[in-house]
């Protein structure tokens, strides 16, 4: 297969308004890409545009909620409507939710389902037949590094996670030898609002919600720009699976070591932090 060429092509992006997405629209068109970017914020979608004029490629925004699979179905018409070069899909919008399982609602539950991993297979189905038309062309599922490892209090987006992980695979395998390439993408600590904008199920305390995401951001090693650059080259390097962020490398090597008994590893690895944090000595 021909190695992946940024800027032969148009370039689907969601979640484009901030974040990783952000990052990728503006790392893509500074290598020549047309764009196409989707998001439900079309304030932010429209400053990232004008942040990308100056580089040249087209650029269309096209504002769509992804719960919502009507909006999905339409997005599909109208980015083919401006754009018929379809060469690259990254799956990137997603969303978080605080709470155990039984916390949460079958509605919210849903909700987080739809949007990270419903649309991102409805979004392949539908431009899948333009991808295989390309020379060469690249799927971008962005899973987690929860799509590794399920720490308690993340059933629903653990469970988004690993699906669109598992579907990743498959597809991958399926697509082998074709002109059709995917990249699964486990990001771990990134610094991005995913966190700030999480839903919070009722009986969640929204104190211990902005603990918690305050706690995530200054924990997280990684910037979305930093992200951003590493995906781009995993998709024109040949890579089909990404860690990002040596906290995601440790998982991962946990999981493998202890698959069964990682949560308990894990829990004294964030004890351990949160006792350096606050100045207790830990014990050895």
């Known amino acids: 297969m021909p190695r992946y060429q940024i800027g032969r092509s148009t370039i689907i992006v969601t979640g484009a308004a901030s ?3 952000a990052a990728l629209a503006v790392e893509l068109s500074r290598r020549g890409a047309n764009l196409a970017l989707v998001d439900r914020d079309p304030l932010r979608l429209e400053t990232i545009r004008q942040q990308l004029v100056q580089n040249g490629g087209r650029v269309s925004l096209h504002i769509a909620d992804l719960a919502d699979a009507k909006a999905v179905s339409d997005l599909g018409d109208k980015v083919l409507d401006t754009h018929q070069d379809i060469g690259g899909l990254i799956n990137n919008a997603g969303v978080a ?3 155990d399982f039984e916390q949460l609602t079958a509605a919210d539950f849903d909700w987080l389902m739809r949007i990270n991993f419903h649309a991102p297979v409805q979004l392949t189905r539908m431009f899948l037949p333009h991808l295989r038309r390309a020379p060469d062309s690249v799927i971008v599922n962005m899973s987690s590094v929860f799509g590794i490892v399920a720490p308690a209090g993340q059933s629903a987006y ?3 996670k690993f699906a669109l992980r598992g579907f990743s695979e498959a597809l991958m395998h399926e697509l082998a030898g074709s002109s059709v390439r995917v990249v699964t993408v486990h990001p771990g600590g990134v610094r991005t609002s995913i966190v700030e904008n999480a839903r919070i199920s009722e009986p969640f305390s929204t ?3 902005a603990k918690l995401a ?3 951001r200054r924990a ?3 910037s979305a720009d930093q992200a951003a650059k590493k995906i781009v080259a995993a998709m024109t ?4 699976r990404l860690l ?3 906290d995601a490398k440790v998982l991962d090597l946990i999981q493998r070591i202890a698959p069964v008994a990682y949560w308990r590893l894990m829990r004294r690895v964030l004890d351990a932090g949160a006792r350096n944090r606050s100045g207790v000595p830990t014990t050895t």
Request: no cysteine; charged share 10%; net charge positive.
């Open 19 to 21: 974040g990783i997405g």
């Open 97 to 99: 939710m605080f709470g």
């Open 158 to 160: 653990s469970s988004s």
């Open 207 to 209: 104190a211990r919600a």
């Open 214 to 216: 305050h706690e995530f």
């Open 220 to 222: 997280a090693p990684t």
């Open 237 to 240: 390097s040949g890579k089909s």
């Open 244 to 246: 990002i962020g040596p």
